[in-house]
């Protein structure tokens, strides 16, 4: 949850620096999320390809490249796998 207020307040002091030097930010919050998500996406197009050329299918593909874990990372309060834990 750190993570999440840190980037919270590190993208609001860069609002406050914009706004006190009279700049405007380079994108619409929203023009800039969904380009944030297009890199997150574009990084996992070749993974999961890769894995779908040898006969994978796409769900089982995007879970073997862990792409929500990467796309998404650890939401609050999710519960992490025990490494140590024996299956």
């Not at 040898?54 to 769900?59: E, F, V």
Request: charged share 15%.
């Amino acid at each position: 949850m750190k993570l999440y207020v840190s980037s919270l307040l590190a993208g609001m002091l860069a609002g406050v620096v914009y706004h006190v030097i009279g700049v405007n930010s380079p994108a619409p919050p929203t023009v800039a999320l969904a380009g944030l998500l297009g890199m997150l996406a574009g990084e996992q197009i070749l993974p999961v390809a890769r894995r779908m050329m040898s006969g994978i299918r796409l769900k089982a593909a995007w879970r073997e490249a862990k792409c929500s874990q990467h796309m998404f990372g650890s939401l609050p309060g999710a519960k992490l796998p025990d490494a140590s834990a024996k299956d």
